[in-house]
């Protein structure tokens, strides 16, 4: 079993970049799809994005499509999320995580293993 820290969350302007990183420690985790969810308050968790094992494929929410992107680096065991025209709606705890499987999925009960999160404050 692997283990995740996500790093690059902040505090930024509506418009404004982040580019979130999930590194990932132990084995197993160029055999797994990886994802992306977020938590606002009082919400409950949703999908933001996966991509499968390989990289080769991607998936988005509707909410992000266009201004996140997913992309990994299997070499360094590191999956990021790279987010552009950022809205206060975006404001969230943003949390990756290991899929049982090379594919993944857009439900959490498709995944095994989760980071502890980073925030992510979007103001107007």
């Known amino acids: 079993q692997i283990q995740l820290v996500e790093s690059g969350g902040g505090s930024v302007q509506a418009g404004g970049s982040l580019r979130l990183s999930c590194k990932a420690s132990?084995?197993?985790?160029?055999?797994?799809?990886m994802g992306w969810f977020r938590q606002a308050p009082g919400k409950e968790r949703e999908f933001v994005a996966r991509i499968t094992m390989s990289g080769d494929s991607t998936d988005y929410a509707d909410s992000v499509a266009g201004r996140f992107t997913v992309s990994r680096d299997n070499a360094k065991n590191t999956v990021w999320l790279q987010m552009i025209s950022l809205k206060p709606e975006d404001t969230a705890v943003y949390y990756c995580?290991?899929?049982?499987?090379?594919?993944?999925?857009?439900?959490?009960?498709?995944?095994?293993?989760w980071g502890q999160g980073t925030q992510v404050t979007v103001s107007s």
């Open positions: 995580a290991q899929s049982f499987g090379p594919i993944g999925g857009r439900y959490s009960s498709a995944y095994r293993t």
């Open positions: 132990g084995h197993m985790f160029n055999l797994s799809a």
